[in-house]
């Protein structure tokens, strides 16, 4: 069975700073991989979403990587900001099916 | 782009009674939707996957006659949590996917119930 953890569980780093949020899946066989931010109440957004044929995707400030063989992605997010505090979870998809990881709960301090 | 309209966002309710939840794709059809749920400071876990016009599709664990998942059009799901206790006050998300969408897997996620049971 797919199994996704995100490291750190939570990070607080002050306005400005650029970050990493790592994620690592065990089973390489998948579709691809999601990020999301999550709000406090809310449902999620997505960020970025990696097919498994490809290596990165960026978006503004945001830069995803994967690496398959390895079961590893990142999501690098530059000059952070305060309104860049949520929950950002990782999600990698089987057929019709996504596991995805406990998430990194950021604070972004001003 | 898709969007996926998930109603109410909160709810309150007694335990023993029954809460149903609705989950609409709004500019797209949707043959398969998703309920995911959300316990605090966890991951998501899928719950079930509904199919239009079929039955839905549980995961293990997850109790079929407590969770009742209608998929009776291609733009709509509901999820009704039968004699609810207060173990089932959680988060519950839904998801579809635009089969329309050419980017991949072009799943939406609905914006969430919040369930509490008193």
């Known amino acids: 069975k797919q199994e996704v953890t995100q490291i750190p569980a939570a990070l607080s780093v002050p306005e400005g700073e650029n970050l990493v949020l790592n994620c690592s899946f065990t089973d390489s066989a998948i579709y691809n991989l999601q990020w999301f931010r999550q709000d406090p109440g809310k449902g999620l957004t997505s960020l970025l979403l990696i097919q498994s044929s490809q290596r990165e995707q960026t978006s503004g400030r945001l830069n995803a990587s994967l690496d398959k063989s390895s079961g590893r992605s990142t999501l690098y997010i530059a000059a952070s900001q305060p309104g860049d505090s949520a929950t950002y979870l990782c999600?990698?998809?089987?057929?019709?099916?996504?596991?995805f990881g406990s998430g990194t709960k950021l604070n972004v301090k001003p | 782009g898709a969007v996926v309209s998930q109603h109410p966002s909160r709810v309150i309710c007694k335990s023993g009674t029954s809460v149903k939840i609705e989950c609409r794709s709004l500019?797209?059809?949707?043959?398969?939707m998703f309920w995911y749920r959300q316990f605090p400071k966890k991951s998501l876990m899928l719950m079930a996957t509904s199919n239009e016009g079929s039955k839905a599709t549980y995961e293990q664990g997850v109790e079929k006659d407590k969770f009742l998942i209608n998929h009776a059009s291609l733009t709509l799901s509901t999820l009704t949590v039968t004699s609810a206790h207060p173990e089932d006050s959680s988060f519950y998300i839904c998801?579809?996917?635009?089969?329309?969408?050419?980017?991949?897997?072009?799943?939406?996620f609905g914006s969430g119930t919040r369930l509490t049971v008193v």
């Open positions: 500019d797209f059809q949707a043959t398969t």
């Open positions: 998801s579809a996917r635009d089969t329309g969408q050419t980017n991949g897997y072009g799943y939406t």
């Open positions: 999600a990698v998809s089987g057929f019709n099916k996504f596991y």
